[in-house]
């Protein structure tokens, strides 16, 4: 990604995630918080929203979806939701049957070009670890999006027919973070 471009998500992932979130409605509480964030949810959303107000809009969503878990939990928990909502719409459905076909490794293996389709600003490296664990580095730095990016691996292994899979950061630094993901060879 060059210098000058700022790292941008694009409105169908934010619209996605609070759809996903809060399949009866956004609470107006948390409207409230996400308008001050610089997103109205009642007026049509923008093309783009800085990386930044992503992560106030994940960090928001998961205080009123999972107010009983510890932040990080629930930073994760907002990534398998918006997966797990995915999967149950039609395009979800069949790409996930796709997905399942592919298995775990391809599936991983195609990361960057699912989050590029999300924001404009994720880079993948993927490391052979064993035939059933790859490590995925992201060059994630907010450690709110960190949470969200091991749920969303976490529930897409899950809903992609990975058996037993688990994933979780081996290690963070100042350009980004590890993702171990791992899962059993099927019987």
Not at 4 to 32: D, W, Y
Not at 110 to 119: A, D, I
Not at 127 to 149: C, I, K, M
Request: hydrophobic residues 35%.
């Amino acid at each position: 990604m060059p210098e000058t471009s700022q790292p941008l998500i694009f409105s169908h992932s934010l619209q996605s995630l609070m759809t996903r979130a809060f399949p009866s409605g956004v609470p107006s509480e948390l409207k409230e918080k996400l308008r001050a964030a610089g997103v109205d949810l009642d007026r049509q959303l923008l093309p783009a929203y800085p990386k930044e107000t992503w992560s106030r809009c994940v960090e928001y969503g998961a205080r009123y979806a999972f107010p009983r878990e510890p932040p990080e939990l629930a930073w994760r928990k907002m990534g398998e939701r918006m997966v797990d909502g995915y999967q149950e719409t039609m395009i979800g459905r069949a790409m996930f049957s796709t997905l399942r076909l592919l298995g775990p490794r391809r599936m991983l293996q195609r990361s960057q070009k699912n989050f590029r389709s999300g924001n404009n600003y994720t880079e993948v490296r993927l490391t052979d670890v064993s035939p059933t664990a790859l490590d995925v580095w992201f060059n994630e730095t907010d450690e709110v999006l960190r949470q969200f990016t091991l749920g969303l691996i976490l529930a897409g292994m899950r809903s992609g027919g990975a058996e037993g899979p688990e994933a979780s950061i081996t290690h963070r630094d100042a350009l980004g973070m590890t993702i171990r993901a791992s899962w059993k060879e099927k019987a």
